[in-house]
């Protein structure tokens, strides 16, 4: 049966049909063998009605062209605005002795007739992560470059970025914004999303394994606390590093609700442990060599204390109440206790060395009163560590499912842990009984 996300795909297709002429390339059927499309006819308003619940097969990429699709000279077109327009893609691209190389490189990406049809279904239905997607490449590139990869690598390196995205097009935009607050299902999608991409690339018959394996693991930190498949260090290979480093850079610089520049300077900090040290090195030259403009930061009226003094509670209950449960039991590695000591170990130093007692709150706020311009990073960083720590539940819930079968001391901290930070973060919505996951 269509999962909702299937039919968010097929909805997006048919708009696309009702702007620009859409034709089955083959025959389209159902994955009971059932024939629901011909070949050579022409997708119109019906289209998803048509398909109904059925699940396609091929998949629907494999079978429709479109006319007037996107070509690379269009894409390079998005490139050179953005290196044009965006000032921290300007610094970057003034930082190499030949900056029209990185256009030069993304123009060496092939596209198959598949990613021809869904960078059109982008470009006409999602402009936003065509952008996203077109800004990821060149810093991949820019990233690349730096590290010294050789052409053929750079120009893998080139399509991965393009492309690592291309399967957010089955996930309804309202799920990927900053403000979302997905159910458990709706998260898995975005989990999952990676390998849906790997599959969509696979299909194609075009890309290297290089850039296959690339996007899949473009969400994957060499601390192993990425997703899906938790890779450490050198597991994740050159290009998925450099891909996923610029993913964060380009998603933080992308954010509307904050200061781009501020959060992604914050991020770096704060997520050393999880990306390339080289690699965070060189992107210093997106903040203006590392500087942070705080003309740009929000002003003491949009950040409330109270919601400051609301965050550093919610951080140390968190850290306190999982230090409390574990006490002396030893966490297992690769093991849910391991995996939340991790975390919390590495979120509790971040904010130390960031110089913020989170059980003094009061002090904290104190020592910053009248101080905007810090009482908006503090903000900041209290809302990266409410994030991560969020994050490690959403983790622990998706790699170990039946977690709450572990009737061992650690296992029953672990357990626990998990209702106690449901209630404190979580919406209501979004909350799911520990003892019913399955």
Known sequence: MATLHDQYYKLIITQLAERLPVTTCQDVYSTTGLKLVNKGVRIDSTFAEKLGQHDILPPLEQCLVVENGITMDEIIVIARNLLHTRSPLMRMAKAIVHPESLTEI?????????????????????????????????????????????????QEL????????????????????????????????????????????????????DVINAVMRHHECIDGSGYPFGLMGSELGELAKILSIAELAINRLDEETRDGKQHLALSLKFNQQKYDAELNAFLAVLLGHGSVDTSEVPTLELVNPEVIRDQLRKIDLALEFWSRLIGDLPPRPRSPSGYVQQRLASLGKATREAGIDVSDGGGVLKNLDGDEASLAELYQVNEETISQI?????????????????QTAVGKAVTGWMEYIQELLLEKRERVSVARLK
Do not use: C
């Open 106 to 154: 993304l123009a060496q990406v092939q596209l198959s007739t598949p990613m021809v049809f869904l960078l059109t279904l982008a470009r006409e239905n999602r402009l936003a992560l065509l952008v996203h997607s077109v800004s990821v490449a060149l810093l991949s590139i820019y990233l690349g470059l730096r590290r010294g990869l050789s052409p053929k690598q750079l």
């Open 158 to 209: 080139a399509t991965a970025g393009l492309l690592h995205d291309i399967s957010e097009l089955r996930i309804d935009e309202k799920l990927m914004r900053e403000d979302a607050h997905p159910l458990r299902e709706e998260r898995e999608m975005i989990y999952t999303h990676p390998a849906t991409s790997q599959r969509m690339l696979l299909n194609s018959g075009i890309y290297s394994l």
């Open 390 to 406: 969020t994050e490690t539940l959403f983790e622990v819930q998706r790699r170990w499912p039946n977690f709450q079968e572990d």
